[in-house]
């Protein structure tokens, strides 16, 4: 069922293909070498995304389009070249030293960046609480390939899918603190939703990347 699940998750985004990460390590933390032909099932999960490489070759002759679109968004991400997320940081640095913080870019670029640090962090709270190697390794691995292109576009949708980030909150014993995490993340949903629906995400935030 997990491989059934996986095939229609990898269809859809590379969260969903990557899920066959975490798999893998289940698969040999609990089995060992004793059924490595099981293993075989789990190649059921990247059929999906290989299915849909097929279809963009033989719709448009290139089965790696679905990757190599979003460079073409304006955007300053990289879809051919790998880019050292150390890099992206520098970048952003510069962006949040130069850019005025009066423009809804700095915002963007800030929003962005607190997300990128809250997955960070939240990686090492995992490690610290001893979590499954599996959801470490799978959150690292999403995190640090979005990361890996040049630019933290997009971030905050990319690691609210990542679900061992908010095993971190369960963490959290301390009642008031709860309260004023979901007090802050209601209005800063309401925000950007304000902003969505007025059309800022797809109209000024590649702005930012002709400034730099």
């Not at 990319?158 to 209601?186: C, D, E, H, T």
Request: charged share 10%; proline share 4%.
């Amino acid at each position: 069922m997990a491989t059934f699940l996986g095939f229609f998750a990898s269809l859809t985004r590379i969260v969903g293909f990557l899920i066959v990460v975490p798999l893998v390590i289940e698969f040999f933390s609990q089995h060992k070498i004793k059924k490595t032909h099981h293993l075989l099932a789990l190649l059921f999960v990247p059929l999906g995304t290989l299915l849909y490489a097929i279809y963009n070759y033989m719709r448009w002759n290139n089965p790696l389009l679905f990757i190599q679109a979003h460079s073409q968004l304006s955007n300053g991400r990289s879809s051919t070249s790998l880019v050292f997320f150390p890099q992206t940081l520098y970048r952003y640095f510069k962006m949040l030293t130069t850019v005025s913080v009066s423009l809804w870019e700095w915002k963007i670029a800030l929003l962005e960046v607190a997300c990128f640090s809250f997955a960070v962090g939240g990686i090492y709270i995992l490690r610290k609480q001893k979590v499954r190697l599996s959801y470490i390794v799978y959150t690292l691995v999403n995190l640090l390939i979005p990361a890996s292109t040049g630019t933290f576009t997009g971030l905050p949708r990319y690691i609210i899918v990542l679900f061992p980030l908010f095993l971190v909150f369960s963490s959290i014993k301390n009642r008031v603190a709860l309260i004023s995490i979901l007090v802050a993340s209601f209005i800063l949903q309401l925000i950007l939703f304000l902003y969505f629906s007025r059309g800022y995400y797809v109209a000024q935030v590649p702005m930012l990347y002709c400034i730099v």
